[in-house]
């Protein structure tokens, strides 16, 4: 049982987002065969599919990807390194397992070289796959591959993944905009490319975002794509036009409500009723039974946001005061819309230093744009400055804020014990990550 299940990780992880690139049909039907295999967990006769499928076109480079990781995978299943006790123990499993892979995977594709010498290029560059954790090796392989090959899209996009990863953005994309221009009928290369704009020019990032969903409207990764630009965008506007084009492509229910969640949280904010009209959709309509009480909940927090907010622009202001204080906030879900309402009606009920000191303390504990913009409204209605309310939220900032109690951990790099309080009055950044 627990065998199939790393063999549905592994299945997970792999799923292409764009049609295979076999130009021969022999090729394509083999390698169609051995995804169905691998589906109904039939490993070893996958594997023989998609190595025919290289065999009938070498150039097949998803029949090399699939090849190179299921016969890895085959390899780790046969360590059972899940029934290890700890970390140690599944490495000394795990390691073994993967250099015999690798070093069988090496000979067949020393054979293959031998047999079609025409396609180096290719067997260069599904040998860089074999080396994800060494780089420097991988590099290697795909800058010959390249070297070989100047039009091989693979083996930049490749170049372009390792950039990324060691931090240098400039040089992913000037790889990643090499496989575009050399295979653009590829939405995993137009894909990447576009990704490399996400944390800088955020125009660009749109624009290009817009034109991988017209030009691949059906891929896998358009709504992740949509999705991810609406986290990058400042105006609730502008993420309601997103993601309301990601929800129109009615594959928010087979995705268990994908991107549906900023959508929730942008209509909450700036229309409580629309926020109700999607949570009963979701709650209605969703493929994923588990994900109904996270919806049902979503509902209940927007109908109380909507009776609120009719509550105060109906000057009932002890109503909607009484009715903010009993409703919660959903895990994960935004409360901005909920303090910003509180805050209105205590100051339309004639409480303005409380909703003041409310506005300050939300503000204090977690910045947030909807929030700091009432505040605003409510420090100029109290005739307090800009540098007061500034003043006002570090104070409360300040009041709040614990010293961390130390701690001694092991440093990475020299195998020395460090404490925290080694670092007092320095920015510390802790990374908690599960090994592998």
Known sequence: MRSALVLCLFVALAAP???????????????????????????????AEFRAAIEADPACTEAHTQFILYTE???????????????????????????????HLRKVYAAWAKQY??????????QGKLYPTQPAIA?????????????????????????QAQGNDLLSRQYYSQAVRDDPKNGDYFFDYLMTFRNGDVAKYREL???????????????????????????DADKIQVLEQLRSMDRSQKLGGFGMDELFDAYARTDPAKAVALAENLTRNTAYPSFRPTYQSWLKYAQALAEIQSLVHGAKYADAIALARKTSVPQDRDSAPLIVLRAQAKYGGGQAAAAYD???????????????????LCAAGLKKSTAETLDDVWRARDAA?????DFQLTDYQTGKPVKLSAYRGKVVLLDFFFPT
């Open 139 to 163: 590099r290697g392989y795909y800058q010959k591959a390249l070297a070989l090959d100047p039009r091989f899209g693979a083996a930049a996009d490749a170049l372009g993944s390792i950039a």
């Open 401 to 405: 804020a614990k010293i961390v109690p």
């Open 358 to 376: 409310e506005l300050v303390h939300a503000e204090a504990a977690r910045p947030n744009p909807r929030v700091e913009a009432e505040l605003r």
């Open 209 to 235: 975002t817009e034109e991988f969903v017209r030009r691949f409207p059906t891929a896998g990764r358009a709504p992740q794509a949509l999705n991810y630009l609406a986290t990058v965008l400042d105006s």
């Open 73 to 103: 995978s085959s390899y780790l299943n046969a360590s059972h390194f899940w029934q290890a006790a700890n970390f140690e123990e599944r490495r000394k499993r795990m390691d073994p397992a993967e250099a015999a892979a690798r070093a």
């Open 17 to 47: 987002a764009f049609a295979a690139d076999c130009q021969k049909p022999a090729a394509e039907k083999h390698l169609e065969a051995g995804k169905a295999l691998v589906q109904k967990q039939k490993l070893p006769q996958a594997i």
């Open 117 to 126: 010498p025409k396609y180096e290029a290719v067997f260069d560059w599904a």
